[in-house]
Nanobody, 124 residues
Framework: EVHLVESGGGTVQAGGSLRLSCAAS????????RGWFRQVPGKQREGVAC????????YYADSVKGRFTISRGNAKNTVYLQMNSLKPEDTAVYYC????WGLGASEVHEYDYWGQGTQVTVSS
């Protein structure tokens, strides 16, 4: 059975940092592109950071460039999102996802597997 489990969310003051982790099981995560998405109530889920399965090319939303870093763990079934200089507008539920096409695109429909999400709250 396929599972993606996020952890590391929480509440932090503006300017602080959090590191999200995602652990996969039930499939070979290494064969998939990996992405982090976020969603706030009333808005569409948006791609935050993605990494391709082949050459490790990355995508970042303009709003997080220079502050967030996506990385694959040494263990092949993990992906991380390091979030620095957090802003109140980063508050959202963050999801990790797996893309079988491997390209690391930022579109939601490209991703087959999703975690349950972890809440990130940034206070001002």
């Amino acid at each position: 059975e396929v599972h993606l489990v996020e952890s590391g969310g929480g509440t932090v003051q503006a300017g602080g940092s959090l590191r999200l982790s995602c652990a996969a099981s039930g499939f070979t995560f290494d064969d998939y592109a990996r992405g982090w998405f976020r969603q706030v109530p009333g808005k569409q889920r948006e791609g935050v950071a993605c990494i391709s399965s082949s050459d490790g090319r990355t995508y970042y939303a303009d709003s997080v460039k220079g502050r967030f870093t996506i990385s694959r763990g040494n263990a092949k079934n993990t992906v991380y999102l390091q979030m620095n200089s957090l802003k109140p507008e980063d508050t959202a539920v963050y999801y990790c996802a797996a893309d079988p096409w491997g390209l690391g695109a930022s579109e939601v429909h490209e991703y087959d597997y999703w975690g349950q999400g972890t809440q990130v709250t940034v206070s001002s």
